[in-house]
């Protein structure tokens, strides 16, 4: 992989991590709910299932690759139509909510979910972004564990690796180290994005509340949605007139 395709995926991965999916929004939440530090164990439980989901997905493709490099192809078209999906969804969804109001949605569901996979005492509550005083204080291994249970609760980050690695990718050469480049390009992505929801707390909502900068921050991941599932089917059709 050249270090120029390497900085077009890091820059691209990076803007993407920097809209407010479910990871992003719990690390906010649990940021302003437990602070900084106890948070820094849910910060690693969501890296820990975006590794198992990344790692699942990479080695399909590694696999699909060497035995059916046509099934790949197929891959690649039906990846680019979800990336239009994704594009078009992100631009005609950016105006819905805010991060407060969806971080509050997020915190009911990982309760009610959360509580009920769980089964017992001591899960987390996570409580409105105004309230006072946490009631039941988790434990650091309960934090963790959320954190694990929120990012694999998400399959669809396998379709979108699947849809958005392949472009990045050159199955003729050497996949491994193709592979760690890609793995530490993402994660140095989401890692910066999930210390600044954490850290940024109120500040970083009231920033984004403003205006339309959600909406446009939304709207630019649609572009490059978009932008990558053309160069895939330009792939696509390349590949079927040699």
Not at 212 to 240: M, P
Request: hydrophobic share 50%; net charge positive.
């Amino acid at each position: 992989m050249s270090w120029h395709l390497f900085a077009v995926f890091f820059a691209s991965t990076f803007l993407i991590s920097a809209t407010p999916g479910p990871n992003m929004l719990l690390a906010f939440q649990y940021g302003m709910n437990y602070g900084v530090k106890r948070t820094l164990w849910t910060l690693a439980g969501l890296s820990l299932g975006l590794f198992i989901l990344l790692l699942s997905t990479l080695l399909g493709l590694n696999v699909i690759s060497r035995q059916s490099p046509w099934l790949l192809t197929i891959i690649k078209a039906v990846g680019a139509a979800y990336l239009v999906y994704l594009g078009i969804s992100s631009w005609r969804d950016a105006g819905d909510g805010s991060l407060m109001s969806d971080a509050k949605e997020l915190s009911a569901e990982v309760e009610a979910d959360y509580g009920a996979f769980e089964g017992q005492a001591g899960t987390p509550q996570p409580r409105s972004l105004s309230s006072a005083a946490v009631k039941t204080s988790p434990s650091n291994l309960t934090l963790f564990r959320t954190g694990v249970w929120v990012s694999l609760s998400n399959p669809k980050a396998i379709l979108f690796f699947a849809a958005f690695f392949p472009k990045f990718i050159n199955f003729s050469a050497p996949l491994w180290p193709q592979y760690i480049l890609l793995t530490i390009g993402l994660f140095m992505s989401e890692t910066i994005w999930q210390i600044v929801y954490t850290l940024g707390g109120k500040k970083l909502a009231s920033w984004l509340d403003v205006g339309n900068r959600l909406a446009w921050l939304n709207r630019g991941c649609g572009i490059i949605f978009i932008i990558i599932a053309a160069a895939l089917f330009a792939e696509v059709i390349n590949s079927f007139m040699l």
